[in-house]
């Protein structure tokens, strides 16, 4: 090959990239450049409601951007957890769950169904609260342990009755003691 030829083609080449790196760059929307939505799966007025606002409030803040808290309660927190699961991953929609992220997926599947999520579609990003599980009763019920509230009920299937956060719920609520005796 003439090596005048390939001078001239390494001299081009070199003349094209000294030319594209003083072309103008095109730069790229800071993130965020629109609102953000955080997702709660669970109806307004709760207590994963009472928290998404003012953390999307501060999120706000510092983002300088705007972020909208959209409740989408319903089946335990399936239907909102579902909908940030086939949302885009660009980071403009978030997920304030609670630990029904964990249990729904292995609810659907000992019932025969197909979970709307899988727990592996999620990034953990941030531990907003750390809020204990707990079973109270009145200080006067028969019941000191749980083991005690557990047997009692197997004794009398159907007749103690208690409150929780719905189906699927993982918190239970106050024992109802009309019927404990």
Same mark, same amino acid.
């Given at each position: 090959?003439?090596?005048?030829?390939?001078?001239?083609?390494?001299? &081009?080449?070199?003349?094209?990239?000294?030319?594209?790196?003083?072309?103008?760059?095109? !730069? @790229?929307?800071?993130?965020?450049?629109?609102?953000?939505?955080? *997702?709660?799966?669970?109806?307004?007025? /709760?207590?994963?409601?009472?928290?998404?606002? #003012?953390?999307?409030?501060?999120?706000?803040?510092? &983002?300088?951007?705007?972020?909208?808290?959209?409740?989408?309660?319903?089946?335990?927190?399936?239907?909102?957890?579902?909908?940030?699961?086939? $949302?885009?991953? %660009? /980071?403009?929609?978030?997920?304030?769950?609670?630990?029904?992220?964990?249990?729904? #997926?292995?609810? %659907?599947?000992?019932?025969?169904?197909?979970?709307?999520?899988?727990?592996?579609?999620?990034?953990? *990003?941030?531990? *907003?609260?750390? %809020? $204990?599980?707990?079973?109270?009763?009145?200080?006067?019920?028969?019941?000191?342990?749980?083991? %005690?509230? &557990? !047997?009692?009920?197997?004794?009398?299937?159907?007749?103690?009755?208690?409150?929780?956060?719905?189906?699927? /719920?993982? $918190?239970? /609520?106050?024992?109802?003691?009309? @019927?404990?005796?």
């Amino acid at each position: 090959m003439n090596p005048c030829r390939r001078s001239f083609g390494c001299m &081009l080449v070199a003349a094209l990239v000294v030319a594209a790196s003083l072309w103008p760059a095109h !730069a @790229q929307a800071a993130y965020p450049d629109k609102p953000v939505t955080l *997702i709660v799966p669970f109806p307004p007025g /709760g207590v994963a409601d009472a928290v998404a606002r #003012p953390l999307a409030e501060a999120l706000g803040r510092e &983002l300088k951007q705007s972020v909208v808290v959209e409740n989408k309660g319903g089946a335990g927190g399936a239907l909102g957890i579902g909908a940030a699961a086939r $949302a885009p991953a %660009d /980071g403009y929609t978030l997920l304030l769950s609670l630990s029904s992220i964990s249990m729904l #997926p292995e609810a %659907d599947h000992l019932l025969g169904r197909k979970p709307s999520f899988q727990p592996e579609q999620f990034k953990p *990003i941030s531990r *907003i609260t750390a %809020d $204990a599980t707990v079973l109270v009763v009145r200080a006067d019920a028969p019941w000191k342990t749980l083991e %005690d509230f &557990l !047997a009692d009920a197997k004794r009398r299937p159907g007749q103690v009755n208690y409150g929780s956060s719905g189906n699927y /719920g993982f $918190a239970l /609520g106050v024992v109802d003691m009309a @019927q404990a005796g």
